[in-house]
Structure formats: C-alpha cells, structure tokens
C-alpha cells in the first residue's frame, strides 16, 4: 500500500477555503486516492474519491496532478462543523484500508 | 436503514475478563471489518471478512478473535482483555466489487476501557 503524507494540523476561520495536501510517492499505476473525515466521538465518513485530474461533489473538490503524486483535497467555504480530523487513504480493489494519523482541521469564528 | 451499528457503546472489563462485540448491518455488504483508534491515533485493522463464513487477519490481530456466522453480523472477541487494549472500536462494511477502495461505512464505536 502507498504511503501517505499529511499536515499534522491546520487552522482555518470561517467562510475560508480550505487546501489540505497529501503526498503519496509511490502511488501504484491501479491505486485510488480517498478521503475521509471523522467528528470526535464518530467513526469516519467518506468524502470523496479519484483517479485522477479533479472530481467535485457536493461537499468538497479532489485534485490529482498528472503525475499522481500528491492530491489536495478543497473544501470550499468552511465552517464551523467541518472541523474535524481528515484521512488521505491510497489503494486499490482487495486492499485493505490504511489509516495514518490524518490532519486535525480547526475552523476558527 | 439503520446502516452499521455496534453493541455495547461503552464497556470496563477488569484484566483478563473476556467479551464479544457485536457489529450489525443491514446494507446487504459482502465485507465487514473490525478498527481500533487509539487516543490521538489513525485507525488500526484488527480483524476483516470478505464474506459469510470467511475471516482474515488485519494489522493487529492478536488478542481479538471473530466469527461472521451471518452475512450481517460480525463479532469481534477478546478472550483475555489486557490494560493495551483499552480503546476505541469501530465496525464498518463494505460493497465488494472492482476499480478504487471500496466506501466503508462506520459505526459508532465502542469506547472499551480495562483496568
């Protein structure tokens, strides 16, 4: 499985857009990149999923440059509630999910 | 649906006291699988099945045994619990099927505490 680098923690304020960068080197030819969020007190909650270039919903934006070696994930617009700890997961079908220590996101009023 | 839920949400065992976890879903998903999260800590693989009947060793599996009898259930044990493994249990279940990792959807946890 690829390993993943993020930012420990991040702060934001409200209404701000939020980047939040993970490296992930070795990324395999097959691999996905997932992210996921979690509440304290919450098991974690898919966010969103790609291959590559960009894939929006309607909760956050997911940017994968050509060469797939990182991804950000954008969340446009923060608030209060979204703050919470965010996991850059990459692998494929039959694998199983890695979990690193994600990034703390703080949304300040 | 009530998707995934988990039983109980709070438990104390004394070291060496044995139990079961019981985790229920009702989203029809071929795979379950069983985390720890640990104070400040990612989520660790305990235990995963890939079907009715079939189980399969995660990250961190001694101490824990499970069993899925049923394609809805999954119950992870600990037959001897010791003080490290106080924390945080999740369930959570899977389609199965092709191309990326599959959406797992989680329970609420299980917040286990031995002293």
């Known amino acids: 499985l690829a390993k993943t680098t993020q930012p420990i923690s991040m702060d934001s304020y409200e209404g701000q857009e939020v980047n939040i960068t993970c490296s992930h080197n070795?990324?395999?030819?097959?691999?996905?990149i997932t992210w996921y969020q979690q509440f304290p007190s919450q098991g974690p909650r898919f966010i969103i999923q790609?291959?590559?270039t960009k894939v929006t919903n309607e909760v956050a934006s997911l940017f994968i440059p050509a060469d797939r070696k990182s991804s950000t994930l954008s969340l446009p617009r923060v608030s209060l509630s979204d703050t919470a700890v965010y996991y850059c997961?990459?692998?494929?079908?039959?694998?199983?999910?890695?979990f690193g220590p994600g990034t703390r996101l703080s949304v300040l009023p | 649906n009530a998707g995934v839920t988990q039983t109980p949400k709070f438990r104390v065992l004394k070291t060496g006291q044995s139990m079961t976890l019981l985790c229920a879903q009702d989203?029809?998903?071929?795979?379950m699988y069983w985390y720890r999260q640990d104070p400040g800590m990612g989520l660790r693989l305990i235990h995963y099945?890939?079907?009715?009947?079939?189980?399969a060793k995660g990250e961190v599996p001694d101490g824990y045994n499970v069993s899925r009898l049923k394609k809805q259930n999954f119950l992870l044990g600990l037959e001897s619990a010791a003080p490290s493994q106080t924390s945080v249990y999740f369930c959570?279940?899977?389609?199965?099927?092709?191309?990326?990792?599959?959406?797992?959807?989680f329970g609420p946890g299980t917040r286990l505490t031995v002293t």
């Open positions: 997961l990459v692998g494929n079908y039959g694998q199983n999910f890695v």
């Open positions: 959570a279940s899977s389609y199965s099927g092709t191309g990326g990792l599959y959406e797992q959807y």
């Open positions: 790609g291959y590559k």
């Open positions: 989203m029809n998903h071929e795979y």
């Open positions: 070795n990324i395999a030819t097959n691999d996905y």
């Open positions: 099945s890939v079907g009715e009947g079939t189980t």
